[in-house]
């Protein structure tokens, strides 16, 4: 059968040959037991209502056998054995240009040079997944597939609940990921089910489609390490970055540090994963031995080198070895998958990748305990390095909330609201205030042709665009204009690309809208392919998160959801292709609320009418809620907003004299 007749065949009349595991594979840790006998029943059904009876008595003892083994059905025996890739939006078959651009994105979740454990569908983040099991997959691409524009796919949780009518106009899918009614929203409850296969952890861009490779947050943390070193007043080279992490997301720290020109120094305990990343290019050296990692650091701050070190093993004793020498750390971060601190998240010290992953399944409490005792170690070594000047902060992966939970020294002597810790969040003191404030966040574009030329092209678009806006920006602006523009100048050079022909740059909304109408013409010119245009969840208005996105929100609504709810409601009307809401994302399930988009673009009016709708109601739906919570720069963006637009009136608040309180 040819790729787009497996495509349209859906779940197979035949079953396929068992699939062995295959160890070269990056893949989930096994989770842990949690659920009883009758629950397993109630999984095995679950699992085995995707297929005619007549497989049920071959499957079952198999999918028990994965449930027991993995703690979860993946159903491995189904996936498919075509390369799993972003293939160009002409090999995809069906009847919707959008539709084929969505199976083009899932794809690309999948590519083993993106996804963290491709086997398990687990894009990144130890557990964000695209979707619960192959089954799923399978049936999701065939329904694409049948699709056409007056049709909507709906999806819970990875389960596609099928094709209803709509119209053009509403988007080609809908997706919930982790919706779960908050009173049974405790971690065991998610656990379980997860495993009865009724619902899934998103995480952010993985369950929305929507991920790009590490390159999807290359571009934020650079802009975060350089802001950082602004903040202390000193230049990068020769300056020291401390962290951890080289899985999915966090893979993009020690390429940040370069592109920003410091050092950087990141551990990482999984032996497969750093190795991956060292192929890619993306760090330049790894060392296992901490002696050797000081020799070589200090050697690189006596040369101000620019370089991007790995160390394989566990942070905890590269803060503690740095200390105990004498080693200055300008900067220091942590990006583990603190979100997942049970699962595979994060890891104690002292022990092997392999004895934690063995302790995780089978001695789950004792794991905790470890995990908790490294957090508590791992915090009290950060503080020694601040008391000599370090500047440390949260990168919104849980680590402050994790960490205090364990009962590590991270709180404030003297708390407020919204800054109970003793160390920042990387969006109270930089993201926030300087980007999300004024409408800056992650623009994201990915050229469906698949060519290389194109991903050029657009970018020297939207090279010229933000120039030609640049000129006549708001000197409160301007620093944000000058990072874009030299970043995606720099763009081809750093070899960003990791699976799909994908950019992304942080534009606001007139960026945005201005380089997305650019793209639609160039597309309706004949000179570039169909653009899917999208964003992180982490922007100005995709997310609640109040450790995070919103931690820079202190007129106490940073626990409510309603922007990121109401962000998907309005781009749903608006125009984009496909919409998404989760519940969790980076910072862990029940600790956030993601929405997030996809939008085609093909050259058409249509395009152009809806991107131009849909984009400024999506950045300006956040400014407008910062505004009202009297952030000093989103006042400034939504009054300049409301200039421009006239049908924009947003109401806007009446700031209280300090002294008369």
Known sequence: MTFQELIQQGIPSVLPPFKPYETNINHAPKRKEIVGEEEKKLALKNALRYFEPKFHAELLPEFREELEQYGRIYMYRFRPDYEMKARSITEYPGKSEQAKSIMLMIQNNLDYAVAQHPHELITYGGNGAVFQNWAQYLLTMKYLSEMNDEQTLVMYSGHPMGLFPSHKDAPRVVVTNGMVIPNYSKPDDWEKFNALGVSQYGQMTAGSYMYIGPQGIVHGTTITVLNAFRKINKETKGGLFVTSGLGGMSGAQPKAGNIAGCITVCAEVNPKITKIRHEQKWVNEIHENVDELVARVRKAQENKETVSLAYLGNVVEVWEKFDEEGLKIDIGSDQTSLHNPWAGGYYPVGQSFEESNTMMAENPELFKEKVQETLRRHAAAINKHTEKGTYFFDYGNAFLLEASRAGADVMAENPTLGREFKFPSYVQDIMGPMCFDYGFGPFRWVCTSGKPEDLQKTDDIA???????????????????????????????????????????????????????????????????????????????????????????????????????????????????????????????????????????????????????????????????????????????????????????????????????
């Open 463 to 661: 090279c010229r665009i933000l120039e030609e806006i640049q000129q006549n920006s708001p000197e409160e602006i301007q620093q944000q204009m000058k990072d874009n523009i030299q970043w995606i100048k720099g763009a081809q050079e750093n070899k960003l690309v990791v699976g799909s022909q994908a950019r992304i740059l942080y534009a606001d909304a007139e960026g945005r809208m201005k380089i997305a109408e650019a793209f639609n013409k160039a597309i309706k010119n004949g000179e570039i392919g169909p653009v899917v245009l999208g964003r992180d969840h982490h922007d100005v208005s995709g997310t609640d998160s109040p450790y995070r996105e919103t931690s820079n929100i202190y007129d106490g609504s940073r626990f409510t959801a309603d922007m990121a709810i109401h962000n998907v409601i309005g781009d749903s009307f608006r125009g984009a292709t496909w919409v998404s809401i989760h519940n969790g994302g980076g910072v862990g399930w029940g600790e956030v609320i993601n929405g997030g988009f996809g939008m085609l673009l093909d050259g058409s009016d249509d395009a152009d009418r809806r991107l131009k709708s849909m984009l400024f109601w999506d950045v300006n739906n956040g400014i407008s809620r910062r505004s009202w919570a009297r952030n000093e720069g989103a006042l400034f963006a939504i009054k300049r907003a409301m200039e421009v637009e006239p049908n924009l009136k947003v109401t806007l608040p009446n700031i209280v004299d300090d002294n008369l309180l």
